[in-house]
């Protein structure tokens, strides 16, 4: 039966599609600190600090000492779909954790954003977004760089609120997102500090000059402990074009849980079933069933090799030869393990 009204199409205005995209891009505090770190590292920041409140729900502020956004593209900054990094033309050539032009527009949408930045020979300004609307960009007082701050996140959308965690498991939630982009980043200095007392919690940067692979093994020394570093075997092998690198955990040093499982894609940190299956696979002979391997893993690879735009918060990613992404992950790790396996055994037969 047909019902007896006739549907009108409407387009949405802007302030709408910014609440429904932020509905995908932005599902709890931890990933707006996600995308604004992750912009921070675009920008080719060395220093980031994260101060956040109530669990992020009342204030997340990410500062850095990046390259600025000039204050006639502050306005531009925060409408959907126009970015600074991509021209539109490559979609398979992607650099930077960016690209979608999406998440500060969403972040507007579902709490109150200012943008407060500096580029070199201009004159700081701001610009801020509460409840659809946006301000002229006013003069504003910084020395270089990018302060965003987003106060009173989903205060618009109260049954988003409502599914949030207590502001304790929230605020773990964005420990854990800085801990993770911090594993890829050892040359950036992190520094996370709750307003309500929490202790800080810093990850300072490691000399340029050092060797990538030991800067590596110092900062994950320093996010997962030194335990980890210490039983951990160094990882670095090519196959194809796919590079894999990083430290993958002795037998002996397995987990009863996967909680420490860490991979990266050309630096950005995924969670894929592809990749975790590899890693399981290459520790199926050392480990038994209910032992879980603890590993952080580098894959990279030339962009072109691995489509990152598969979801809105770009966790998923798609190789263009999975075969080969496992076959990389499988052979290089048993063979790590199986040579520090006959290390090990030759120490004590010696
Ligand atoms: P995307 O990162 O996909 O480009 P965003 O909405 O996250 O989209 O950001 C929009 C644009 O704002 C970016 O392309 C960049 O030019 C600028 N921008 C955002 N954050 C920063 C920052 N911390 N420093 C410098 N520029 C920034
Ligand atoms: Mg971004």
């Known amino acids: 039966q047909t019902p ?55 204030l997340i502020r990410v500062t850095d000492d990046g390259c600025g956004i000039a204050p006639s593209d502050l306005p531009l900054a925060l409408s959907r779909h126009a970015t600074s990094k991509i021209d539109g033309s490559d979609l398979l050539n992607i650099h930077t954790f960016g690209f979608r032009g999406e998440a500060l527009p969403s972040l507007g949408a579902v709490g109150r954003l200012t943008i407060t930045s500096r580029v070199p020979g201009e004159a700081a300004a701001e610009i801020t977004v509460a409840g659809g609307e946006t301000s002229a960009v006013k003069p504003a007082a910084l020395n270089s760089g990018t302060v965003i701050t987003l106060r009173d996140l989903f205060y618009a959308t109260p049954a988003r609120l409502k599914f949030l965690r207590t502001d304790r498991a929230e605020a773990q939630a964005i420990t854990d997102v800085v801990k993770r982009l911090a594993m890829a980043e050892p040359f950036i200095r992190f520094e996370l500090r709750d307003v309500s007392g929490d202790p800080r919690t810093v990850f300072r940067a490691e000399a340029q000059t050092r060797d990538p692979m030991s800067a590596l093994r110092a900062r994950l020394s320093d996010v997962l402990g030194a335990e980890f570093a210490e039983n951990s075997i160094a990882i670095d092998t090519e196959r194809e074009g796919l590079h894999l690198t990083g430290y993958a955990a002795l037998p002996t040093y397995s987990r009863g849980a996967a909680v420490a499982q860490f991979l990266f894609v050309n630096g950005r940190p995924v969670k894929d079933k592809l990749l975790t299956g590899a890693l399981r696979a290459a520790y199926f002979d050392f480990l038994s069933r209910d032992r879980h391997p603890a590993a952080a893993l580098f894959v990279d690879c030339d962009p072109q090799l691995v489509d990152v735009n598969v979801h809105p918060a770009k966790s998923e990613v798609r190789f263009r030869d999975p075969g080969l992404a496992r076959g990389l992950i499988v052979s290089g790790l048993r063979h790590a393990l199986a040579d520090a396996g006959h290390r090990a055994s030759s120490t004590v037969a010696s």
Do not use: M
């Open 4 to 58: 007896n009204i006739r549907p009108v199409i409407r387009q949405l205005d802007s302030a709408a599609v910014n609440r429904i995209a932020a509905g995908e891009v932005v599902e709890r505090p931890a990933s707006a600190v996600k995308e604004l770190v992750e912009n921070a590292i675009d920008a080719g920041a060395r220093r980031i600090g994260i101060d956040v409140s109530g669990g992020g729900k009342i």
